[in-house]
């Protein structure tokens, strides 16, 4: 049996047509080594393709996507791959852990109780954009910052200007943007905050040679420390479509959350981490940082949970089995994109058949159809086991929450697709706070009313022979996005 992560195990047919196919490029290419050097290199490809994509381990789709592709065009599909795929690194994942060591040495096991947990959830993201003013203006000694995208625009600028003056008084200032998400822009945007001492980093570029690990790698955490005490996180990037003083009906209906105390700094440690992988700087550099505690501020537990290509395992996604099959009650989840893995599905499916509410709420529209298009036949699935389906109307649902029995909430970054599960570099949290739930739940009652149920009508186009093969290309390819 061959494991796959999140979905099971493949059948023993699958696996011995999988090995059968293995063994027959290998008698091939050695063969060809004698007759014709450039078959010989096609049928390498066609090897390593094969390795790579079984090792991936993201759903036995993606061999699917994959045989076809490396069988006529094998180096070309080798070349991508090489730049593009897998799933881990071992090296980043030893940098990780020497930054866990490091802190570990300096202080104790990181604190997750005592917080002061508060959601920044306005219509129109002006309460969020107003903290991080807030929290800028009012930190003594560091800011730390990270977000995947920074927008040429007048949150982006503002932002920008406000880290650069705070630079100029001698406050340590840290800005990470991920390459792809911010392409370009912080090369001339942030040129004043270099100028004024800040430093300025972008996450894994794509170009070849230039970045670390698989160019398909990025960083989607968004991230805001502020002296170790006091932190941000949440889907909000910096720019208007999230954030703003004025009213939009363009911006994103989405939340962050403002989290005060020893959390804070496990989150910074998050951080540091990304930042020494993008440039190069070592662990103990940040010895002075690390040592430092926050003193208990409030009643809230916030769990903080890493997850990308430098951990060991999946964190996030292993959080989400252990409270989906513990589940009691009811599972509410909130997401932009809902194209979970097998396991998952199960659970939920699981759950729902068993009389727990469970409760998914997506855009009725998000920014990337095709995705749109690939969660049909899982809506439809989960509708038919009795769950709740919510289509939120107005603006695009940018959100990530999931609620688990009024007891445990999870927030962060990472949307419920295979993407922010197996391949991002995303943060999140589990927050166990009876008022933090309950605050949570009620914004959430709130989108429902703004919100229709899913209808027989979509139930029916959904059923077609062309919304069949619409969803089942758009599942293939949906865990390339």
């Known amino acids: 049996m061959v494991p796959f992560r999140g979905y099971g195990r493949l059948t023993r047919s699958t696996t011995l047509a999988l090995l059968a196919t293995l063994a027959v490029l290998v008698a091939g290419w050695t063969g060809l080594l ?3 050097t450039l078959k010989a290199i096609e049928t390498g490809c066609q090897i390593y393709v094969l390795l790579r994509v ?9 061999l699917l996507l994959w045989g076809p592709l490396t069988w006529y065009f094998p180096i070309p599909s080798a070349l ?6 897998g799933r881990k690194h071992s090296s980043l994942a030893d940098a990780k852990k020497e930054v866990n060591r490091v802190a570990w040495r300096l202080s104790e096991e990181p604190d997750f109780g005592g917080n002061r947990f508060h959601l920044l959830g306005d219509r129109h993201g002006q309460d969020t954009f107003g903290e991080l003013r807030r929290q800028i203006k009012g930190a003594k000694r560091r800011i730390s910052l990270s977000t995947y995208i920074l927008s040429d625009d007048a949150v982006g600028r503002e932002i920008v200007n406000l880290l650069t003056a705070r630079a100029k008084e001698g406050i340590e200032v840290r800005l990470l943007v991920d390459a792809i998400g911010s392409f370009g822009i912080p090369l001339r945007l942030c040129r004043p905050l270099r100028r004024a001492g800040g430093k300025v980093a972008r996450f894994n570029p794509a170009l070849p040679m230039q970045g670390k690990g698989s160019a398909n790698w990025r960083n989607h955490r968004k991230i805001a420390v502020f002296d170790g005490t006091s932190a941000i996180i949440g889907g909000q990037n910096l720019g208007l479509r999230y954030m703003g003083d004025r009213p939009s009906n363009r911006r994103f209906r989405d939340c962050s959350f403002l989290i005060e105390g020893p959390t804070a700094a496990a989150i910074e440690r998050v951080f540091f981490a990304d930042w020494c992988q993008a440039t190069d700087e070592t662990p103990m550099s940040f010895a002075t940082q ?26 996030l996604w292993e959080t989400y089995v252990q409270l989906f099959s513990n589940c009691k009650r009811s599972i509410t989840v909130v997401t932009p994109y809902f194209i979970p893995d097998r396991t998952l599905f199960t659970l939920l499916v699981t759950a729902a058949h068993a009389g727990r509410h469970v409760k998914i709420m997506v855009p009725r529209r998000s920014d990337h159809r095709l995705l749109d298009l690939a969660r049909r036949w899982y809506l439809r699935t989960l509708r038919e086991a009795g769950a709740e389906i919510h289509f939120f109307k107005p603006d ?4 990530k929450l999931v609620i688990v029995d009024e007891e445990h909430l999870v927030v962060g970054s990472a949307n419920l697709d295979m993407r922010s599960l197996f391949l991002n570099y995303e943060i999140g949290a589990v927050v166990r706070d009876p008022a933090a739930v309950a605050e949570v739940g009620a914004l959430i009652a709130g989108w429902e009313t703004e919100s229709t149920r899913y209808t027989e009508d979509l139930y029916r186009r959904s059923r077609t022979l062309t919304g069949r093969i619409i969803e089942a290309v758009s599942k293939v390819i949906s865990p390339l996005l």
């Open 290 to 315: 690390l040592r430092e505690r926050s003193p208990h501020v409030g009643p809230a537990r916030v769990e903080v949970i890493s997850s990308g290509p430098d951990c060991e395992g999946d964190p």
């Open 54 to 62: 079984m090792r991936a381990r993201i759903s036995p789709a993606y």
């Open 34 to 36: 004698k007759d014709n």
């Open 396 to 399: 695009v649902l940018h959100a």
């Open 80 to 85: 991508v791959l090489f730049l593009f795929g």
